[in-house]
């Protein structure tokens, strides 16, 4: 176990978050616990500002970058040097507005990172060097989304900034990301912790995507503990907050702008005290709050990391993923700058679209970490696969309707097996091959029991193939304790972003799904232990579009995008 530490009631840190898993199902006669109204006089402020401290304007990149999006997979990209220039697209690529959306005089922005509810729980800070155009010391700044700008939170003198970025090669930074757990629970009551740790992963696999793209290496620091994160963001500065809702620290990660980076299994970096000179204040998202969930504040307690140990795991076992040539002039000709700042949630489905199901089993190879672990955005991933996806296929050209097993660990396979219902077929799916372990479980129309299971939502159904995600979940706990829930969620998000990326390439819209019946797709799938949950849904298709919304640039600086 990671965490010796017990609640208030006595309880390891294990049984915290599976009553809280538990509590936070929904079921068919009931759903999880949440207001039940839209609050809209207490609806949070989107945006994350620190009054009092300096704004550091970032450059916009021009538009038209010509970089094949399947390249930024291959690991080849000549890498850029590190500079403010570099640094804006790095932000721009993975945590920036990317439109705006509006009707009447209401208008909402979107995001490169996805969210639930379009509510972005997650902020985004680096800790760069003494650059130009920002400040002429190491810094750490928070990065203000809406105005594309860096806030300087604190300047480190030279001692303290050779503690925390000498130790890394020339060129380095770190990037981390934080939760507002109030901006999710306003509309989703106790279900919210879940549906941020879904948002944290999205956002990691943007940050790696967006390092892959300026040819940068990102690793992610999965062995450090909370207050370690929250020392280094600030997060743990309480005069700093005040009355301001507060982040959770989440993680970590150290960028390498040039090739060959080292292992950072056993690097910790130090807590940012003396030598740092903190500037302002966090803004008030909510003017009150109706309603507290002090179930949240429990599980977060619970999967606090409060020590440093490796999760990286072997990766004996499992297969080098065979790459797939992109097909159709649509995926070749796309560029990684178009898929990422174009990319957008479905709220709808047509019903009608149809996909091949060689792009079917592309986007699923994008999804399997490999043996080598260089596939990304898996090489920022240490620890083995423990999602494993249960595909709803409805609409895809070569492959019959059914239900289809993806298991992304091989070693796996006769455990998941062995806990399903008898009748599964696992039959190899046409076109697959031993790199892609996808296999036909069930044979028939499963449009219905998609969209039931997603409460009863008919943009599961109507999609081409809709995904539930599957968790390896007694064995993760077991194998890494409480704090591991959190690691959960976030490969369920890096999925899920890929497949936004991977539907957009293909010239099709996803969507994710926080609202399924969580045991009744365990019942479905035969289940009977509480071994494997449900994590995460998720639906590919043929986007209806909403015409009475106008799209906005995302800057004032941007020519309209669709």
């Given at each position: 176990?990671?965490q010796?530490?017990r609640?208030s009631?006595?309880?390891?840190?294990?049984?915290?978050?599976?009553?809280?898993?538990?509590?936070?199902?929904?079921?068919?006669?009931?759903?999880?616990a949440?207001?039940?109204?839209?609050?809209?006089?207490?609806?949070?402020?989107?945006?994350?500002?620190?009054?009092?401290?300096?704004?550091?304007?970032l450059?916009?990149?021009?538009?038209g970058?010509?970089?094949?999006?399947?390249?930024?997979?291959?690991?080849?990209?000549?890498?850029?040097?590190?500079?403010?220039?570099?640094?804006?697209?790095?932000?721009?690529?993975?945590?920036?507005?990317?439109?705006?959306k509006?009707?009447?005089?209401?208008?909402?922005?979107?995001?490169?990172?996805?969210?639930?509810?379009?509510?972005?729980?997650?902020?985004?800070?680096?800790?760069?060097?003494a650059?130009?155009?920002?400040?002429?010391?190491t810094?750490?700044?928070?990065?203000?989304?809406k105005?594309?700008?860096?806030?300087?939170?604190a300047?480190?003198?030279?001692?303290?900034?050779?503690?925390?970025?000498?130790?890394?090669?020339?060129?380095?930074?770190?990037?981390?990301?934080?939760?507002?757990?109030?901006?999710?629970?306003?509309?989703?009551?106790?279900?919210?912790?879940?549906?941020?740790?879904?948002?944290?992963?999205?956002?990691?696999?943007?940050?790696?995507?967006?390092?892959?793209?300026?040819?940068?290496?990102?690793?992610?620091?999965?062995?450090?503990?909370?207050d370690?994160?929250?020392?280094?963001?600030?997060?743990?500065?309480?005069?700093?907050?005040?009355?301001?809702?507060?982040?959770?620290?989440?993680?970590?990660a150290?960028?390498?702008?040039?090739?060959?980076?080292?292992a950072?299994?056993?690097?910790?970096?130090p807590?940012?005290n003396?030598?740092?000179r903190?500037?302002?204040?966090?803004?008030?998202l909510?003017?009150?709050?109706?309603?507290?969930?002090p179930?949240?504040?429990?599980?977060?307690?619970?999967?606090?990391?409060?020590?440093?140990?490796?999760?990286?795991?072997?990766?004996?076992?499992?297969?080098?993923v065979?790459?797939?040539?992109?097909?159709?002039?649509?995926?070749?000709?796309?560029?990684?700058?178009?898929?990422?700042?174009t990319?957008?949630?479905?709220v709808?489905?047509?019903?009608?679209?149809?996909?091949?199901?060689?792009?079917?089993?592309?986007?699923?190879?994008?999804?399997?970490?490999?043996?080598?672990?260089?596939?990304?955005?898996?090489?920022?991933?240490p620890?083995?696969?423990?999602i494993?996806?249960?595909?709803?296929?409805?609409?895809?050209?070569g492959?019959?309707?059914?239900?289809?097993?993806l298991v992304?660990?091989?070693?796996?396979q006769?455990?998941?097996?062995?806990?399903?219902?008898?009748?599964?077929?696992w039959?190899?799916?046409?076109?697959?091959?031993?790199?892609?372990?996808?296999?036909?479980?069930?044979?028939?129309?499963?449009?219905?029991l998609?969209?039931?299971?997603s409460?009863?939502?008919?943009?599961?159904?109507?999609?081409?193939?809709?995904?539930?995600?599957?968790?390896?979940?007694?064995?993760?706990?077991a194998?890494?304790?409480?704090?591991?829930?959190?690691?959960?969620?976030?490969?369920?998000?890096?999925?899920?972003?890929?497949?936004?990326?991977?539907?957009?390439?293909?010239?099709?819209?996803?969507?994710?799904?926080g609202?399924?019946?969580?045991?009744?797709?365990?019942?479905?799938?035969?289940?009977?232990?509480?071994?494997?949950?449900?994590?995460?849904?998720?639906?590919?298709?043929?986007?209806?579009?909403?015409?009475?919304?106008?799209?906005?640039?995302?800057?004032?600086?941007?020519?309209?995008?669709?």
């Amino acid at each position: 176990m990671l965490q010796d530490e017990r609640d208030s009631a006595g309880e390891p840190p294990e049984h915290t978050v599976i009553a809280y898993h538990e509590r936070t199902k929904h079921h068919f006669h009931r759903y999880a616990a949440s207001l039940g109204f839209m609050d809209w006089a207490t609806q949070p402020d989107p945006f994350r500002r620190f009054a009092g401290a300096d704004l550091f304007q970032l450059p916009m990149p021009e538009r038209g970058a010509p970089l094949p999006y399947d390249r930024v997979f291959s690991g080849n990209v000549p890498a850029v040097s590190l500079d403010v220039a570099a640094v804006s697209r790095f932000l721009r690529y993975s945590l920036s507005i990317t439109a705006w959306k509006a009707v009447g005089t209401n208008r909402w922005a979107l995001r490169a990172n996805p969210s639930s509810g379009n509510l972005h729980p997650t902020e985004g800070y680096v800790v760069l060097p003494a650059l130009d155009g920002l400040d002429s010391s190491t810094a750490v700044y928070h990065y203000a989304a809406k105005a594309h700008a860096l806030e300087c939170r604190a300047r480190l003198d030279t001692s303290t900034a050779d503690a925390l970025l000498g130790a890394l090669p020339p060129g380095s930074f770190l990037v981390g990301l934080s939760s507002i757990h109030w901006r999710e629970a306003w509309k989703y009551g106790e279900r919210a912790f879940r549906y941020c740790q879904h948002d944290v992963g999205h956002a990691l696999a943007g940050l790696r995507l967006a390092a892959a793209a300026l040819g940068w290496q990102l690793t992610l620091l999965a062995h450090l503990s909370s207050d370690r994160v929250a020392s280094v963001l600030g997060l743990d500065r309480h005069g700093d907050f005040g009355d301001a809702e507060r982040e959770e620290p989440e993680l970590l990660a150290v960028v390498t702008t040039r090739p060959g980076a080292p292992a950072f299994d056993a690097w910790t970096p130090p807590r940012l005290n003396d030598g740092v000179r903190w500037a302002g204040r966090a803004n008030l998202l909510s003017q009150s709050h109706r309603a507290d969930w002090p179930v949240i504040d429990a599980v977060a307690h619970a999967t606090t990391r409060v020590d440093a140990r490796a999760l990286r795991e072997s990766r004996d076992g499992l297969a080098t993923v065979q790459s797939r040539q992109a097909q159709g002039e649509l995926l070749r000709a796309a560029t990684f700058e178009h898929v990422v700042l174009t990319r957008r949630s479905a709220v709808s489905m047509d019903g009608v679209t149809r996909m091949p199901a060689e792009t079917l089993l592309r986007t699923l190879t994008r999804l399997m970490p490999d043996a080598e672990g260089l596939a990304i955005p898996w090489d920022s991933v240490p620890w083995r696969p423990r999602i494993h996806l249960l595909l709803f296929v409805q609409r895809v050209d070569g492959l019959q309707p059914g239900l289809y097993m993806l298991v992304r660990d091989a070693a796996r396979q006769d455990a998941l097996r062995q806990a399903m219902r008898d009748d599964c077929l696992w039959t190899p799916a046409p076109g697959a091959d031993a790199s892609l372990p996808l296999s036909l479980l069930l044979e028939g129309d499963c449009r219905s029991l998609a969209a039931q299971l997603s409460c009863g939502q008919a943009i599961a159904s109507d999609g081409a193939f809709s995904v539930g995600m599957l968790a390896d979940f007694t064995d993760s706990l077991a194998h890494h304790g409480a704090p591991f829930y959190r690691n959960l969620f976030w490969e369920c998000g890096t999925i899920g972003q890929m497949l936004y990326l991977e539907a957009e390439a293909a010239g099709l819209r996803g969507t994710g799904i926080g609202c399924f019946f969580d045991d009744p797709v365990r019942d479905l799938c035969g289940f009977t232990s509480s071994d494997w949950q449900s994590l995460y849904h998720f639906t590919v298709g043929g986007a209806v579009e909403d015409t009475r919304l106008t799209t906005l640039p995302a800057y004032d600086t941007e020519a309209p995008s669709s």
